[in-house]
């Protein structure tokens, strides 16, 4: 199985092996041959060079004839094949079906289809794929599109790796165009079957005008007053009574630690208290920033220690409708930077109300829950 992904603006797709057993790996190979087979002695569908196919001199030449094999697959070196969605769906899915699971051959798209976002043109993309095993690879490539001022598809054409040296429009078959380059063909071949129009916009282009008429400035506004709109508290209950919990952090190792070679480096059984190897130096202070009493709290053990130890002062909430400046107002008021408490805080050190003081003591945590005074404003 391959994996496939749209990459935007010439990144190509490439094939992700997965986990497989010996069978499975045998089948790959052998399908893969039989593929590499068909391609080199089978011309392209019908639908390419119309009613009079059989007459035309550049379908796919019979094995044994004489005619050049592709040249040698080298790093970089590969074939594009350029198609439009208006191809149609049955002759997008011959050419699909025909390149499966060929690293060195690529299927580019100037775009998606008119009035049509990037996202539904992935979605029916994959839709297309769904039952071909192993996928195609396809990128949707504008560059290329440019480079060779394309505008009717399909189109083949040899990449060395550094710049197309042949195409031809009309044909999908790598191996002709393979084939041409080795014999010292170089450049634009002309029309060689029947082609349409390419329908779909340059996606260059159309990301340029989605980015003229966007509102960076108002987009970044709008962001950010919609944060504190969105944003998850963790409100707890204020403290009414002083408590003192003391957290010991030590823990238990259930199953032996080892290094990528099997060594034991931690045994079962050993006990483990982190603040051994990282001492907690500093000051959490945890409050609820819509009570004065509780800012009051905050700013006070804040300047206790000031100057001397690093304090993280932490809310639980706030009144949403003040926005930046209302934090703004906040640090001023708590002389301090304050950051929302997240879950993880919350639990580790097990805080169920506020105003809450942590800190290091020894090989254990003191968590202090400090009532806020009613008369402060």
Not at 63 to 70: F, K, V, Y
Not at 85 to 90: S, Y
């Amino acid at each position: 199985m391959r994996s496939l992904a749209l990459v935007i603006l010439g990144a190509t797709i490439l094939a992700m092996p997965a986990v497989a057993s010996d069978d499975d790996i045998r089948a790959i190979v052998d399908r893969a041959q039989r593929i590499k087979q068909q391609a080199t002695t089978q011309p392209p569908p019908a639908w390419l060079y119309g009613k009079d196919a059989a007459n035309r001199p550049m379908s796919v030449p019979e094995a044994g004839s004489g005619a050049a094999e592709p040249p040698p697959r080298e790093e970089g070196r590969r074939v594009q094949i350029l198609a439009s969605w208006a191809l149609g769906e049955p002759a997008l899915k011959d050419l699909f079906r025909s390149v499966a699971g060929r690293d060195d051959v690529q299927v580019l798209f100037r775009g998606v289809l008119p009035g049509e976002t990037f996202g539904q043109g992935v979605r029916r993309l994959h839709a297309m794929l769904r039952n071909i095993d192993p996928l195609p690879n396809v990128s949707i490539d504008p560059m290329v599109f440019r480079q060779l001022s394309v505008s009717a598809a399909p189109v083949v054409a040899f990449n060395d790796g550094t710049k197309i040296v042949a195409h031809a429009t009309g044909l999908i078959s790598p191996e002709f165009i393979s084939g041409k380059v080795q014999e010292g063909a170089t450049g634009d071949l002309g029309v060689l079957g029947p082609t349409v129009t390419v329908v779909e916009p340059d996606l260059i282009d159309v990301l340029q005008a989605n980015a003229k008429d966007f509102d960076l400035e108002g987009y970044k506004r709008r962001a950010l007053e919609e944060f504190w709109r969105k944003a998850r508290f963790e409100e707890l209950p204020e403290v009414t009574d002083r408590r003192e919990r003391v957290i010991d952090p030590t823990v238990v190792v259930t199953k032996p630690i080892t290094d990528a070679e099997g060594r034991v480096l931690v045994e079962a059984g050993r006990r483990i208290n982190p603040l051994d190897k990282l001492p907690f130096t500093q000051r959490l202070v945890v409050f609820d920033a819509r009570s004065p009493g509780q800012v009051a709290v905050a700013a006070k053990l804040a300047a206790e220690v000031q100057g001397r130890r690093r304090v993280t002062l932490v809310m639980t909430a706030m009144d949403r409708d003040g926005g930046w400046e209302g934090l703004d107002k906040i640090e001023e008021r708590v002389d301090g930077p304050v950051y929302l408490l997240t879950p993880d805080i919350k639990s580790r050190f097990k805080v169920e109300r506020v105003p809450t003081l942590i800190e290091a003591n020894g090989r254990a945590f003191v968590v202090t829950e400090i009532p806020p005074e009613k008369d402060n404003p």
